[in-house]
């Protein structure tokens, strides 16, 4: 049988899931993470796919396409390319840009916040709240919709929280809430 009428196997075709958002609620990200994510799609659609394509274009002029690795490895790099900028786009049209400068100065957290905050046991942690699509955990940055983030969303400076956990429901105090500064993006 040829080629032309197998179908690839369903991992390829496979959209990325969004993570999800609570009921109701907004796809938060700041400026920084707003612009970082529109470059990528930008980047893809202007620069990546077009090289890519020429590639495809190249190799299948190159004849049997059943054995041309340069063709097959660029078709699937092709929909992998597509699938991205579907994701972006998506993710894009559902953002809400919230800029954290606005709130500095201020001693309650909320979104864009960076928060030192002490457990039960001492150990202090300085967490900063983002976006979903933005966070990176190891930099210390946490989803606006994390467990820690939803415990300490609204609180003050001082104010001592119950945090639930798996295994256990621990007790952590908010020493420290600081916020960029209008001009340090």
């Known amino acids: ?5 197998t179908k690839e196997s369903e991992s390829d075709d496979e959209e990325l899931q969004l993570p999800a958002l609570p009921p109701g609620g ?3 990200i700041s400026p920084v993470g707003y612009a970082r ?9 202007d620069s990546e796919r077009p090289k890519i394509v020429e590639v495809v274009h190249w190799a299948a ?5 059943s054995e041309n690795g340069d063709y097959l ?11 991205r900028i579907r994701f972006l786009t998506k993710r894009l049209e559902i953002a809400e840009v919230v800029d954290p400068t606005v709130h500095h100065g201020n001693s309650q957290v909320f979104f864009g916040a960076t928060v030192t905050y002490a457990e039960d046991s001492g150990l202090e942690r300085t ?4 976006g979903i699509d933005e966070a990176n955990s190891a930099q210390g940055e946490v989803s606006w919709i994390s467990p820690i983030a939803r ?6 400076e001082g104010d001592v929280l119950k945090l639930v956990m798996p295994d256990r429901v621990a007790e952590i105090e ?8 209008k001009n340090a993006r």
């Not at 049988?1 to 009428?5: D, L, R």
């Not at 490895?73 to 699938?83: N, S």
């Open 1 to 5: 049988m040829s080629k032309a009428f």
């Open 26 to 28: 907004k796809n938060y």
């Open 37 to 45: 994510l529109r470059d990528e799609l930008l980047d893809l659609i």
């Open 61 to 65: 002029s190159n004849g049997d396409r």
């Open 73 to 83: 490895y660029g078709k699937k790099r092709l929909r992998e390319i597509d699938r």
């Open 127 to 130: 967490v900063t709240i983002k």
């Open 151 to 156: 415990t300490l969303l609204k609180s003050r």
């Open 174 to 181: 908010v020493l420290a809430v600081k916020y960029p500064e």
